[in-house]
């Protein structure tokens, strides 16, 4: 499984932010497989967003849910975060996270791309 993340790096305050999670060797419709977005801001700990399940939920963390959409093009097999009215303390590496819990004797997985930078900057 690999997820390779796309987007501008750099946005102004304010400004909406788009980013594109392109997935290869699984469907992202596969069972069990939650697809979420993370960052980490410049010396900080890792940021959960939120996430798309393999059935077509969204959830969000509570922090950010309200300028926070995440969604999918199955055909494209992509996932994409779109983030409203930035702020420059957003700035951070943001990550797209694959994650199947463990299932039965399936023991647990997870992909992560390499991270795109953003920073939010005038």
């Known amino acids: 499984v690999q997820l390779q993340e796309s987007g501008p790096g750099l946005v102004k305050p304010s400004q909406t932010l788009s980013l594109t999670c392109t997935v290869s060797?699984?469907?992202?419709?596969?069972?069990?497989?939650?697809w979420n977005w993370i960052r980490q801001p410049p010396g900080k700990g890792l940021e959960w967003i939120g996430y798309m399940s393999f059935s077509g939920s969204a959830y969000y963390s509570p922090s950010l849910i309200g300028r926070t959409s995440i969604s999918r093009d199955n055909a494209k097999n992509t996932v994409y975060l779109q983030m409203n009215s930035l702020k420059p303390e957003d700035t951070a590496v943001y990550y797209c996270n694959a994650d199947r819990p463990k299932i039965a004797a399936i023991p647990r997985s997870t992909y992560w791309g390499q991270g795109t930078q953003v920073t939010v900057s005038s």
């Open positions: 060797g699984v469907s992202i419709t596969t069972a069990y497989y939650y």
